[in-house]
């Protein structure tokens, strides 16, 4: 017997990919396709809000990115820039508390700080929790979770999974229970690879900035066809 899902994932990540392609597709600048799928957040966000998903993780710009070329970064970070400063409110009336994923300290100018003062305002809000990664590598967080544990001392016998996970950016977050990537490819790109050992994967060739209601409420019932075992049987 197959034993469905029957509540709704209470952690969902996401990759956006498809950007690019989005724009190419309709001869635009590929910074167009950033823009665009940057204005589709705040609906998606709703809308998992609205299923009953208690986090939602999105994946804005890996450690990697940096090497894109210098003027699709600098885009991005305006892009980040402008949300943090233009959507903050409207997420807080929407009780939605925002989190951050990531490096903060190689971000341009005050934005670090703008991004603290977000979380701060948001902090105490009781609908879902957005977590926005930015600068963010699975690889990067965990050696720098390994750093912090040599630099206080911690003795080895008091190393274990939930301790080392407490460590992690995630720390006190569930893990995803559902990942899903739009755009067409099947890869984690050094997504919450720790965090991801038992999530459900889910890949769409739908790009970010089509993927809408109808796609996530497709994604949600996939998930809810999973049989999670866990390692058990
Ligand atoms: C992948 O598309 C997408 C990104 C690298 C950035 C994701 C950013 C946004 C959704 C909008 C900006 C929002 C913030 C908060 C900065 P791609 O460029 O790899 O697309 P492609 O695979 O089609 O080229």
Not at 98 to 111: A, E, T
Not at 217 to 226: C, I, N, T, V
Request: a positive charge; proline letters at 5%.
């Amino acid at each position: 017997m197959v034993s469905k899902q029957v509540s709704p994932p209470l952690h969902v990540a996401v990759i956006m990919d498809g950007n690019g392609r989005w724009a190419r597709k309709r001869g635009l600048p590929r910074l167009l396709g950033h823009k665009v799928g940057g204005e589709n957040i705040r609906p998606v966000v709703k809308v998992f809000a609205g299923m009953g998903v208690k986090y939602l993780t999105l994946y804005a710009f890996s450690t990697e990115n940096w090497a894109r070329p210098r003027i699709e970064v600098a885009g991005l970070l305006r892009l980040l820039a402008g949300k943090v400063d233009r959507e903050t409110r409207a997420f807080h009336k929407e009780n939605v508390r925002l989190m951050h994923l990531g490096r903060l300290d190689r971000l341009p100018g005050k934005l670090g700080q703008r991004i603290e003062a977000a979380i701060e305002l948001t902090r105490n809000n009781t609908g879902i929790t957005l977590c926005l990664a930015f600068d963010y590598g699975g690889r990067d967080e965990i050696v720098r979770a390994v750093r912090d544990i040599v630099n206080d001392e911690i003795p080895p016998e008091k190393i274990d999974r939930d301790s080392f996970s407490l460590r992690l950016y995630t720390g006190g977050l569930p893990d995803p229970d559902l990942i899903i990537r739009t755009g067409g490819e099947m890869r984690l790109s050094n997504f919450l690879i720790w965090q991801a050992a038992y999530s459900e994967l889910y890949f769409t060739p739908v790009l970010w900035p089509d993927f809408g209601q109808e796609e996530v409420e497709e994604a949600l019932a996939k998930y809810q066809q999973r049989q999670r075992r866990f390692g058990n049987v």
